[in-house]
């Protein structure tokens, strides 16, 4: 998977890669390697808003979001590309945040989760996981969005095996990926108009129901799924148990 996860998200970053030591400093390849460096300033359209920003030649696109913006909806998973919690729309493509420069992002537009919602409506995938339980810590989710966004923009009918593909990026370590991907298809059926919006059979409130009448169905914050994953998070495309079902 880490292999896999790589060769996907190195192209994902849509600029010069950034390079992590383990200890935590950081340098830009390309950028004479220095960790500190003159601040140039850059102007970014964040969710519709422009912005002029102050950074360091090394400061990611992520960096400039949480730390100078206060969009802490984007999320900083890995830090290397791996996990794609940090998924953000750059000039409309999906790319992780972690692994843009900043300056290299000059000029772009930039949509986060905090953008998604229109005239306080949720997108049709934000009500979608919502709907189906794809949530649970959540951490992932504004990744998962954003990539998925991306992937219906491209084939707004995917098949189920299409979207675990396109979603191969973005790991969850609490819900499985059944309801991310049952998620992604009732959304994709929505914007197309086939569907109208409301809770299926793994919602939040139909699961609230079918606990009433048995208490130990009740699900957790983290529920079985989490009791049953391993220590390591598994990719959407990958993960199938011995029976084949996908969890
Ligand atoms: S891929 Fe960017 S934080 Fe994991
Ligand atoms: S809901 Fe995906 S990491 Fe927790």
């Known amino acids: 998977m880490r292999g896999q996860a790589g060769a996907r998200t190195s192209g994902r970053g849509g600029g010069r890669a950034v390079e992590r030591s ?26 519709g808003d422009p912005h002029r920003v102050s950074v360091r030649p090394n400061r990611t696109l992520l960096d400039v979001l949480r730390e100078e913006l206060g969009l802490t909806g984007t999320k900083r998973g890995c ?25 290299d992002a000059d000029g772009s537009e930039v949509t986060t989760i905090e953008g998604l919602a229109r005239r306080g409506e949720l997108h049709p995938l934000q009500r979608a996981f919502v709907e189906e339980g794809a949530i649970q810590c959540g951490y ?31 790991l ?30 793994g919602s939040l409130a139909q699961r609230r129901r079918d606990a009433e009448g048995d208490p130990e169905a009740q699900p957790g914050p983290h529920s079985s799924q989490l009791r049953a994953h391993s220590s390591k998070p598994r990719s959407l495309a990958t993960t199938r148990t011995k029976t084949g079902r996908a969890s």
């Open 172 to 201: 969850c370590r609490c819900t499985g990926y059944a309801k991310i991907v049952k998620a992604i298809g009732k959304a994709a059926e929505v914007m197309r108009g086939q569907r109208a919006v409301g809770p299926g059979r």
């Open 22 to 47: 383990r200890g935590g400093s950081e340098r830009s390849s390309g950028r004479g390697g220095a960790a500190s460096g003159r601040a140039v300033e850059i102007e970014l359209t964040v969710n």
């Open 140 to 170: 992932c989710t504004p990744g998962m969005i954003l990539q998925a966004a991306a992937l219906l923009r491209r084939n707004p009918t995917p098949t189920s095996k299409q979207i675990r593909e396109g979603m191969a990026g973005n």
């Open 79 to 103: 830090d290397q590309g791996e996990c794609g919690a940090c998924t953000v729309h750059l000039d409309g493509r999906a790319v992780n945040a972690c692994l843009v420069l900043a300056i």
